[in-house]
């Protein structure tokens, strides 16, 4: 059985997914440190700690993606800017798409089992993780859209139309 999804859809929304996560680190730099850092009694505390989930997020599916099964969470402390989150996360994309590259449609119905933090083990077909992420990262995002209105910022839109809007669909 096929995936429902095709490898070059997958790979157009792994396109937006970054480009709107670059949004919101850019919405999050007009902040102050303080304001960045502030615990705003969110699912993880303030912008940078949502901006730092997602992030993790993104890196330990691309570990298991790659056989691995990290059990370590990544820490808002040890990323205290913006301009660190940012580095962090290019290093990722950076890998990312050079895997998002490597993949054939077989590879995508295949599945692939991991352990999770907490030592469970888990298996889905890798389109269904691949998307996962996306929409996961689409959540916090919203969150983040929601964080900077509340600390008085202009927050831009991250939606899917919009981003052909401003990059048009790719050939």
């Known amino acids: 059985m096929d995936a429902?999804?095709?490898?070059e859809t997958m790979r157009e929304l792994y396109r937006f997914n970054r480009w709107a996560h670059e949004r919101?680190?850019?919405?999050?730099?007009?902040l102050s440190q303080d304001d960045f850092l502030r615990d705003m009694r969110t699912s993880h505390g303030s912008v940078a700690g949502t901006l730092v989930h997602a992030m993790w997020s993104e890196w330990i599916w691309l570990r298991r993606w790659k056989g691995e099964s990290p059990r370590v969470v990544f820490d808002a402390a040890d990323y205290p800017s913006v301009a660190g989150v940012r580095s962090r996360w290019d290093?990722?994309?950076?890998?990312q798409s050079a895997?998002?590259?490597s993949l054939t449609p077989q590879r995508l119905r295949e599945?692939?089992?991991?352990?999770?933090?907490?030592?469970?083990r888990?298996?889905?077909?890798?389109?269904q993780e691949l998307l996962h992420v996306v929409n996961h990262g689409s959540y916090h995002r919203g969150q983040v859209v929601t964080l900077l209105r509340q600390s008085g910022k202009p927050a831009v839109t991250t939606d899917f139309l919009v981003f052909y809007d401003e990059t048009g669909p790719r050939p």
Do not use: K
């Open 4 to 7: 429902p999804v095709s490898l």
């Open 24 to 30: 919101a680190l850019a919405m999050a730099e007009g």
């Open 91 to 95: 290093e990722v994309w950076s890998e």
């Open 99 to 101: 895997f998002l590259g």
């Open 111 to 120: 599945p692939l089992a991991y352990l999770n933090v907490a030592g469970e």
């Open 122 to 127: 888990w298996e889905y077909p890798l389109w």
